[in-house]
């Protein structure tokens, strides 16, 4: 596995993050007619919270990120991406570990939603993560804390 390192996120760092989520996730938006090059990014745009997000780097470069929000009943694990040429490589696997390992010692549930039909549900599945809903876009999963 390559080495990474997790660091704060600034605001500086949205357009970075919006490329790479328009990257990472064309494939799956275009099979499911939903990609447009635009709103794919605004979303991100409106949606980042640098505060509860973490910015994945490998040889100190930008790698990718990802945010853990509190909310009422749960931290929403978001914005979750990484370069495809990283993919596959454990480091997807030990970032989230570590998140998942913070939220059970805090005993909250991680909630989630992603593609349907994505790559990504496996990574998911092998952490614990159950559906909870889907519709024809989005699959909405939980993982409980482990005690």
């Not at 490329?19 to 990609?35: K, S």
């Not at 470069?61 to 853990?68: D, H, Q, T």
């Not at 059970?104 to 496996?122: E, F, I, K, T």
């Amino acid at each position: 596995m390559v080495d990474w390192e997790l660091r704060p996120a600034s605001a500086a760092d949205v357009e970075a993050v919006a490329e790479l989520r328009a990257v990472v996730l064309r494939a799956d938006l275009e099979r499911l007619g939903r990609y447009d090059e635009q709103r794919v990014r605004q979303r991100l745009r409106d949606g980042f919270a640098p505060a509860y997000t973490r910015v994945i780097e490998v040889g100190g470069a930008f790698a990718g990120c990802v945010a853990l929000r509190p909310a009422a009943d749960a931290h929403w694990l978001e914005h979750f991406y990484l370069a495809p040429r990283l993919q596959g490589g454990g480091i997807g696997s030990g970032v989230l570990r570590g998140l998942l390992e913070r939220s059970d010692r805090d005993g909250v549930p991680v909630r989630l939603n992603v593609l349907q039909g994505s790559a990504a549900r496996r990574l998911y599945d092998r952490h614990g993560f159950t559906v909870e809903s889907e519709d024809p876009v989005d699959v909405f999963m939980v993982r409980r804390p482990r005690t």
